[in-house]
């Protein structure tokens, strides 16, 4: 908590993470918290629908595509009626199955894609493109 608090002036920025697979939470939680960000992470869909108006709002959003409960493509669409000024990130697998996924969410709402395996720099810097921050104030240590 301290490392928040060392520039009282600073603005901390709330990213929530869907994705059912732990390892890719982890990943992005880990990414995000050394980039400054505050991270809430949630195993699928549902979970993160039902967070809204429960939790203070994100500032961002990013969210898995094939997920179990809610696909990623309903939750963009739940999102983009309760949280539309709230910019969405879609991830899914690199495949030419997940890459069309992946233009599907652009259509649905999301405001920028990442095709699965992506490294923390990349997705630091999507995070700060949706948030239209530059990267030296978010990425790095």
Known sequence: MGEQMADEHATVYRVWVADDDPATRDFLATALRRGHYAVEVFADGLELMRAVGHQPD???????????????????????????????????????????????????????????????????????????????????G
């Open 58 to 140: 994100p500032n961002a959003i990013i969210t898995d595509i094939h997920m179990p409960g809610k696909e990623g493509v309903e939750v963009i669409f739940f999102l983009r009626r309760h949280l539309p000024n709230v910019p969405i990130i879609a991830i899914s697998g690199g495949s030419v199955y997940g890459q069309n996924f992946l233009r599907l969410a652009q259509q649905c709402g999301a405001n920028q894609t990442l095709s699965k395996p992506f490294g923390a720099d990349l997705a630091l810097a999507a995070v700060a493109s949706v948030l239209n921050l530059s990267e030296s104030a978010n990425v790095g």
